[in-house]
């Protein structure tokens, strides 16, 4: 158990439609980072959150948002589903956004877009 | 830019050592980590090295890394049935937060 904990862990939903993904961090960490993991595009880096600012973006579309509350944890907000975005969300978190930081993965959300 | 390659398969008897091979391209990496990834399970941290290493050794694990070639290995000894599993090498590249770029993944089965 990694300490990063991740709600819901399944999702089921229609095309069109909007969902929240839910993470917590480790006790003490102030960073929280998002990634996609897909059949077709592998593990992605969505967005990274340092102490509720924005700290690096990735590949993240604009239908897609996080944001990190002053209690350090996180939500990915996705919109305008479509069936490509049926993939395995993973939220990490550090101690600070150095470069030297260990992330730790939470266990995930599978979401599926029918 | 920033890429990060793996052999997808790999198959080894019980009790053989494992080799995982990855090779990145960024120059500027700073660590260079393995993740396992069971079957419908999260990414658990196995191991990690600093770019200005050449080995680390961590139980049955050893990392090798040859920063001329940018080519990271993991080794593992005595390979068991519970380590079949996905192995993701990953690069932590500096500049602007600190995002992991993942390579493909290699799938290792470990054969009775």
């Known amino acids: 158990d990694s300490g990063v904990t991740q709600t819901p862990k399944h999702l089921i939903t229609a095309t069109g439609q909007r969902v929240t993904l839910r993470c917590s961090p480790r006790?003490?960490?102030?960073?929280v980072y998002w990634y996609q993991q897909s059949l077709d595009q592998g593990l992605q880096f969505l967005i990274q959150y340092y102490n509720g600012e924005e700290r690096a973006k990735g590949n993240i579309l604009e239908r897609f948002s996080a944001q990190q509350f002053p209690d350090l944890h996180s939500e990915l907000n996705l919109s305008s589903l479509e069936l490509g975005d049926s993939a395995l969300y993973f939220c990490?978190?550090?101690?600070?956004?150095?470069?030297?930081?260990?992330?730790?993965f939470g266990p995930g959300t599978r979401l599926t877009v029918l | 830019g920033e890429d990060v390659e793996q052999s997808l398969f790999l198959s080894v008897r019980e009790g053989d050592s494992s080799v995982i091979n990855c090779t990145y391209t960024?120059?500027?990496?700073?660590?260079l980590y393995w993740y396992k990834q069971e079957p419908g399970a999260g990414l658990q941290l196995l191991t990690y090295?600093?770019?200005?290493?050449d080995m680390k050794q961590d139980q049955r694990l050893t990392v090798l890394l040859n920063k001329k070639d940018k080519h990271l290995s993991l080794r593992i000894a005595d390979t068991q049935t519970g380590d079949s599993a996905i192995y993701f090498c990953?690069?932590?590249?500096?500049?602007?937060?600190?995002?992991?770029?993942f390579g493909t993944g290699t799938q290792l089965k470990v054969e009775l």
């Open positions: 006790s003490g960490d102030l960073s």
């Open positions: 960024d120059s500027s990496s700073t660590y």
């Open positions: 990490a978190s550090s101690i600070t956004s150095g470069s030297t930081d260990t992330q730790y």
């Open positions: 090295i600093f770019s200005n290493m």
């Open positions: 990953a690069e932590g590249v500096t500049g602007g937060g600190n995002k992991l770029t």
